[in-house]
C-alpha cells in the first residue's frame, strides 16, 4: 500500500496515544460506545481494526493487532479513504461485507466532526466514497434432521452422565440447539436471553434483536419441554437463561450470584464440539436460523409472518433464504437431457 506521510510519523512511531490521550476524545472508541448492541460493537470493531492493518501495512511496528483505536481518523483523506475501498474490494470480501467496513468509517469520521477535530467539508471529502454493488448468495447451509438429531444425541448421553459437569453442559446444549431450531434465533439474541425472557403459559420467548427491537418467538413442545429440563437444572434464580459454565458444571454469576451471559462466539465453540463429538458435518448457529426460515416458507408459511418471527427489516432479506426458487430452478433444468452417445461415423460420410 502507498504510504501515508500524514498518518504515520517520520520517527516511525505509531502516533494513536499523542493524537487521542484521552477515550473520550477518541473518534473510534465514541462511535463504538454509542452502539447499542455488543453483537454490533463486535462486528464494527472488527470492520476499523480491519482497515487500521490496512493503513498501516508495511509500516515497522505493524502487526496484526493493530486497532482502530491507534488510527488517527482526523487525518484521513479522500485519497486513504478511497485506498480502503480499493484494497477491501481486492480482498475479495462479499460487497455487503465491504459496505459494512465503509459504513463504519463514515460513522467514525462523522464523531470527529462532532469532536471537532475536522471540518465538514474534510469529512464530506473522505466520506465520499461510493458503496461496492453486487450480491452473494446466503452464507451457510441447511441443517438436515439426522444431523441435528445426531447431535441432541450426543448432548442427551452428556445428560444422563454420572458426572455433574457433564450432565449440566448436556441439558444446557440440547435446550439451546432446540431452541434455535424452534426459534431461528441469532446467536446474540439467543445468548442474550433472561430466565425472566422464558413463558412457558405460552411457549414463548422475548428477544432483544438488531436496533434493540423486542419480538416475541415460540418453541415448539418438544424444544420447551428441553428448556423445562434446563431450568430444572439451572434453578430460577434471576440472570442468563443459558450461562456458561465452569469446571464442575458450575455457572459464571456475577456479584449478586446470578448466571452472567455467555458470548456469541462461546455458542458457536459448543456447537462446534457438539458436532465434532457426533461426527457429522459442522453446523453454525446462523445455520439454524436459515433452516427455521427455510422450514416456515416450505410449510406455506406466509413472507410477512417469517420476517417478523426473525426480525428481519425487509421482507426481501427473508426472501433470500426461501428455498423453493431454488428447487423450481433445479426442477425445471433436470427437464434437459443430455443426447446418446453414438459411435464415430466412418471416414468419408458426410456429416448430417
Known amino acids: 500500500m502507498t504510504q501515508l506521510p500524514d498518518i504515520v510519523t517520520a520517527d516511525d512511531r505509531l502516533p494513536a496515544t499523542q493524537t487521542f490521550p484521552d477515550r473520550a476524545r477518541n ?45 488517527p481518523w482526523h487525518q484521513l483523506q479522500y485519497e486513504h479513504t478511497i485506498r480502503v475501498r480499493a484494497l477491501l474490494i481486492e480482498d475479495n470480501l462479499s460487497p ?19 469532536l471537532g477535530l475536522i471540518t465538514a467539508e474534510h469529512r464530506d471529502r473522505a466520506s465520499d466514497l461510493p458503496m461496492v454493488k453486487g450480491s452473494r448468495l446466503p452464507a451457510g447451509t441447511h441443517v438436515p434432521p439426522e444431523s441435528l438429531a445426531a447431535v441432541l444425541g450426543v448432548c442427551d448421553a452428556a445428560a444422563a452422565s454420572d458426572k455433574d459437569a457433564d450432565r449440566v453442559a448436556g ?23 433472561t ?35 434446563w431450568i430444572a437444572v439451572r434453578g430460577r434464580t434471576p440472570g442468563a437463561l443459558f450461562p456458561p459454565l465452569r469446571k464442575g458444571g458450575k455457572f459464571r454469576t456475577d456479584p449478586r450470584g446470578w448466571p452472567v451471559h455467555m458470548t456469541p462466539r462461546a455458542l458457536g465453540t459448543i456447537l462446534d464440539a457438539r458436532y465434532t463429538q457426533a461426527a457429522v458435518a459442522r453446523r453454525t448457529p446462523h445455520d439454524f436460523r436459515r433452516t427455521f426460515v427455510g422450514e416456515l416458507l416450505d410449510a406455506g408459511v406466509d413472507l410477512a409472518t ?15 433464504y426461501d428455498r423453493r426458487p431454488e428447487r423450481r430452478r433445479q426442477e425445471a433444468t433436470d427437464k434437459l437431457t443430455l443426447p446418446k452417445p453414438r459411435p ?7 456429416v448430417p
Request: charge should be positive; charged fraction near 25%; aromatic fraction near 6%.
Open 306 to 320: 417469517v420476517q417478523g418471527l426473525t426480525g428481519h427489516a425487509s421482507p426481501a432479506t427473508t426472501a433470500r
Open 195 to 229: 430466565l425472566a425472557d422464558y413463558d412457558p403459559a405460552t411457549r414463548s420467548l422475548r428477544v432483544r434483536g438488531k436496533g434493540d427491537k423486542e419480538r416475541v418467538v415460540y418453541l415448539i413442545p418438544d424444544a420447551m419441554a428441553r428448556v423445562e429440563a
Open 27 to 71: 473518534p473510534y472508541w465514541v462511535y463504538l460506545d454509542n452502539l447499542q448492541s455488543g453483537e454490533s460493537k463486535r462486528t464494527m470493531k472488527g470492520c476499523l481494526d480491519r482497515i487500521a492493518r490496512l493503513l498501516f501495512a508495511g509500516h515497522p511496528n505493524a502487526n496484526e493487532e493493530h486497532s482502530g483505536e491507534l488510527v
Open 171 to 193: 441439558t444446557r446444549d440440547g435446550a439451546m440447539l432446540a431452541a434455535l431450531y424452534s426459534t431461528g434465533c441469532r446467536r446474540a439474541e439467543l445468548t442474550g436471553l
Open 344 to 350: 464415430p461415423r466412418p471416414k468419408g460420410d458426410p
Open 96 to 114: 455487503a461485507y465491504i459496505n459494512k467496513h465503509l459504513v463504519a468509517m463514515r460513522r467514525v469520521l462523522k464523531e470527529a466532526w462532532r
